[in-house]
């Protein structure tokens, strides 16, 4: 089925390799060979990467607000002490 987002054919997924966008799966007549677990893992898989994605966009934001504050700090310490 092809993602409703980015467009990228994703075949018989519940959720886009690409984007991580859920998607309804259109019948179950076409499946392939995987299982309902395996699919159920691989888009687990899928999901904790995009999850990780975002994780890491979260965290260096909060290292350039502590590292911006830090630097406020360490700028009033030389104004005051000039
Ligand atoms: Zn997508």
């Known amino acids: 089925m092809k993602c409703p987002r980015c467009g990228l054919e994703n075949g018989d997924r519940t959720v886009c390799s690409k984007c991580g966008h859920f998607m ?3 019948v179950d007549q076409n499946r392939k060979k995987m299982t309902k677990a395996e699919r159920a893992r ?3 898989k ?13 965290w260096m934001v909060i290292v ?10 360490v700028l009033t ?3 005051n002490g000039a």
């Open 46 to 58: 899928i999901m904790w990467k995009n999850i990780a994605k975002v994780l890491r966009i979260v």
């Open 64 to 73: 350039m607000v502590v590292l911006s504050f830090l630097m406020i700090a």
């Open 77 to 79: 310490f030389f104004f």
């Open 24 to 26: 309804y799966r259109p």
């Open 42 to 44: 691989e888009d687990a």
